[in-house]
């Protein structure tokens, strides 16, 4: 890592002014940024974290799985990122030496719901040209002795990583090009102006009195700021009719005895009207069996810990429409995933279902993981990528999941989007 990356961001700079800004320091920014340096080697390009690391939030909570793609709408920017994603994701690892392990994916039914769901995924498997086979509860036994079922959809090109790796290598690499990450900097502060936009920060040192604010003018601002999305286009004044609902995701991981329990990652067949995916078992690249996650309502965006409470997320969330509709169109679902969450036999069951084996002491603890899911006043999740724009700059307002899978072509279409922008001007 270089010394830019590792240095504070309150130290001295006479640099304040950048043909291109962006905040956020999870993957799809450092993608971004990187993919701006490349394409633009003789202009300027400044990446700011608010954190005092990169990939603090979404980017490192998740389960680590390089998706091939299975679930997306055909035609749907998700389903071409994915696939587009997967083998730039795979190249990228191998240049820089990045641990990758093709385990694959089985998708288990267990009962005749879960199988008519089933055999509809797998149509769509082939409509988006995934490589997947189809197999009965004989071959599902045979590939996955402890794992039980009617049948399972196997994806041969599913893969894990860690992706906190992945945005360390990126940002290094963005360095190399002379690209520059400022770390605890946070932004208070977004004007569009006629010649761009200025970024003022708060850059925090250990004691907070020693804080101090600074102006950053940039020519362009792209903003991939996940679960404060919503808050960075209020910043901006931008008119928006979303807002970001935190979902809580809870892991447990398996003891030691059990990381040879699975050859493959198991997926239950998901609920097609909801964005979340089920509980599975993971397969970690360091080894270890994860069991996750649920999706409980958030009470706080960066809530990971135990006690997650956080006065203003919680009125932002209740000063909402949108809020109250998705809560009450999804009200049964919610509330047994309350119950789960606080009732480990619950959440027990639903791997259970599939992996009998598995008893309520091998649930160990393991760090929680928020999904920013933006959410329109009409209660409608939204399932695509969302963008808002000014006249110097664009937000990315939802990326979801496969996000970190798809990070590379997503940096690639944010650029093209920004030169089509600048074109305009």
């Known amino acids: 890592m270089s010394d830019v990356h590792k240095s504070d961001a309150h130290k001295s700079d006479d640099h304040t002014r950048y043909d291109y800004i962006v ?11 990187w993919q701006l340096q490349q394409r633009y080697p003789d202009k300027s390009v400044l990446l700011l974290e608010k954190e005092a690391a990169l990939s603090c ?26 696939k587009a994603g997967v083998e730039a994701t795979k190249a990228f690892c191998a240049e820089h030496d990045i641990a990758v392990e093709n385990c694959g994916k089985l998708l288990v039914a267990t009962d005749d719901a879960e199988y008519t769901r089933m055999l509809a995924l797998y149509d769509r498997c082939l409509d988006n040209g995934i490589d997947v086979q189809l197999l ?26 860690n992706y906190r790796e992945v945005t360390e290598k990126m940002a290094a690499a963005f360095e190399a090009l002379g690209g520059r990450v400022m770390l605890n900097t946070a932004v208070t502060g977004l004007e569009d102006t006629q010649h761009g936009v200025r970024v003022t920060v708060c850059s925090e040192t250990v004691r907070v009195e020693q804080a101090s604010s600074q102006v950053y003018l940039g020519g362009f601002l792209v903003v991939c700021a996940g679960l404060m999305a919503d808050r960075m286009t209020h910043m901006m004044g931008l008119p928006t009719d979303f807002q970001i609902i935190p979902y809580r995701g809870e892991y447990y ?27 599975h078992l993971t397969r970690m690249i360091d080894g270890s069996v994860t069991v996750g996650p649920n999706a409980v309502q958030g009470w706080k965006r960066e809530g990971y810990g135990t006690w997650n409470v956080d006065w203003q997320d919680i009125r932002d969330m209740l000063g909402f429409p949108g809020f109250w509709k998705v809560t009450a169109k999804h009200l049964k679902v919610g509330l047994k995933e309350f119950k789960n969450s606080w009732w480990k036999p619950g959440y027990l069951a639903l791997v259970n279902k599939y992996c009998p084996q598995i008893t309520e002491q091998d649930l160990l603890p393991y760090p929680a993981g928020i999904r920013a899911q933006a959410v329109l006043k009409d209660g409608s999740l939204v399932h695509d990528f969302l963008f808002a724009e000014s006249a110097h700059s664009l937000h990315v307002c939802n990326a979801p999941s496969p996000a970190a899978t798809s ?10 989007k920004v030169a089509d922008k600048e074109a305009s001007l």
Not at 23 to 30: E, W
Not at 145 to 150: A, D, E, S, T, W
Not at 272 to 277: H, I, S
Not at 407 to 416: M, T, W
């Open 407 to 416: 990070a590379i072509p997503i940096g690639q279409y944010i650029c093209d």
């Open 136 to 161: 009965d509860a004989a071959q599902l036994n045979e590939a996955e002795p402890n794992i039980v079922g009617l049948g399972a959809i196997k994806v041969a090109t599913t893969s894990i990583v």
């Open 23 to 33: 905040i956020g320091g999870g993957i799809v920014g450092v993608s971004t940024a």
């Open 57 to 82: 939030h979404q980017t490192g909570h998740n389960s680590g799985v390089i998706h091939a793609g299975v679930y997306y709408a055909p035609g749907s920017l998700k389903a071409s990122f994915c």
């Open 253 to 279: 991981r398996l003891p030691e005895k059990h990381n040879q329990i699975v050859n493959h990652l198991i997926y239950p067949i998901p609920d097609p009207d909801l964005p979340f995916l089920g509980v």
